[in-house]
């Protein structure tokens, strides 16, 4: 028997030990970032494929035997175009639209193509995690914006920018995510859109515009894309295809101007994003995407709706505050100052109810703010779980004493 080799000497400076978390799940499970399992059409996808390979199985068949181009399928191009153009009123050419795996991978070649260590990037102060996690392993230094029940705060956005670079500090772009903002649920007005703009313009900033949430919005007008608003080249618009449909199938897209769509694809490893999914995407959404999105996003609501009625019955005199967004999968709970619910996370999801805390989502990751925040989803539990959840956890919280 040879001992057990050791790569200790040999790993290279980049490389960090990465923790493989299985995913576990608590009774009432509100930590996730999707929608349930039984909501995604896995038979309309499946159906999909099938109707693509009896209708044209040479072509599927020809796709399938070659790795998939570097932008990727072409027919799921041209039908996230017209869909784009249709839901948020902007045109781009196929050879302006990269297809990837998961709009997380989107942002990653973004990233790496804007961002040399160092650099300063300006993001809501609390965040999706996932971009910041990317952000730092590129070197960026993350400053948060501030924001409140709209989101960016834009006459703060202007005066943090305007300092930073007057101290030689000046920020490379701003990520954002407008619509049903993750994890704080709030989505940027029409003028607060333009008004963050103007000032990008001013300072010569790019605007990364992260749309992941926007298929999911069950109430209210839909806000105008930052880059149906400016077609000068300034906005990076990133969306996805994993919250609308499923994770699982890992695809998302990004478009911007040439020049950078080029620097960005350099970073990609290996072909365009799986043909099977985007067979798949392309065939369900063609015909399905109004039929889907109606019939998914009354579910979100109801369930939006039983989370919030319920922390107004469990939290309603407590002091605690909370965002009732008008989509996407998050409601964001504010505890009074003081209230730590950020060190008992664990206990509390071992005695059944699951939260993401504050502190995760923080964009500058300092640790001393967002110990009183979690974020809620509300979307992958049934409308009683989501009651019996809420009520559950109101009950842990007088027991830990932060309620
Ligand atoms: C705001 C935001 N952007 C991007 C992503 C990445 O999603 P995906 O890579 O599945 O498209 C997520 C996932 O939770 C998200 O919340």
């Not at 493989?20 to 399992?37: M, R, S, T």
Request: aromatic share 10%.
């Amino acid at each position: 028997m040879v001992g057990t080799f050791s790569y200790e000497t040999l790993f290279s400076e980049d490389s960090t030990d990465t923790p493989l978390n299985p995913v576990a799940h608590a009774k009432y499970d509100f930590a996730v970032a999707y929608p349930a399992p039984e909501t995604l059409p896995m038979d309309g996808l499946i159906q999909a494929l099938q109707t693509a390979v009896d209708s044209n199985s040479e072509k599927v068949l020809a796709e399938m035997a070659y790795y998939p181009q570097q932008l990727g399928a072409l027919e799921l191009r041209e039908y996230t175009i017209e869909k784009l153009k249709a839901d948020r009123g902007f045109t781009v050419t196929p050879e302006e639209i990269a297809l990837t795996n998961g709009s997380g991978e989107a942002l990653g070649l973004v990233i790496q193509a804007l961002t040399n260590p160092g650099d300063v990037v300006l993001a809501e102060e609390f965040v999706y995690m996932g971009t910041t996690n990317q952000l730092r392993r590129f070197g960026a230094d993350i400053r948060g914006v501030a924001i409140d029940d709209g989101g960016i705060i834009t006459e703060a956005l202007d005066k943090q920018i305007t300092e930073l670079t007057a101290a030689g500090e000046k920020p490379k772009y701003l990520y954002t995510i407008p619509e049903h903002q993750n994890p704080t649920g709030s989505t940027l007005s029409g003028e607060r859109r333009k008004a963050i703009l103007e000032i990008a313009h001013k300072h010569g900033m790019p605007i990364l515009e992260d749309d992941c949430y926007v298929d999911l919005r069950y109430k209210g007008e839909v806000q105008p894309a930052f880059r149906a608003l400016d077609d000068s080249g300034i906005v990076v618009y990133v969306a996805s295809y994993s919250k609308l449909l499923a994770p699982g199938l890992r695809l998302g897209y990004f478009t911007c101007s040439p020049d950078l769509m080029r620097r960005a694809l350099s970073f990609k490893i290996g072909s365009g994003p799986n043909q099977f999914a985007a067979v798949a995407i392309e065939g369900f959404l063609k015909n399905n995407l109004d039929s889907h999105r109606d019939n998914f996003n009354p579910m979100l609501e109801a369930k939006c709706n039983s989370m919030v009625a319920a922390l107004e019955e469990q939290f309603g005199d407590s002091g605690a505050t909370w965002s009732f967004p008008e989509g996407g999968c998050y409601v964001w709970l504010t505890m009074p100052e003081g209230a730590d619910i950020a060190s008992i996370r664990d206990e509390v999801f071992e005695q059944g109810v699951g939260y993401v805390a504050g502190p995760n989502f923080e964009a500058e990751a300092s640790g001393r703010i967002g110990q009183n925040c979690a974020r809620l989803c509300f979307a992958f539990e049934s409308v009683e779980k989501n009651a019996e959840g809420i009520a559950l956890l109101a009950q842990l919280f007088k027991q830990h004493g932060v309620m």
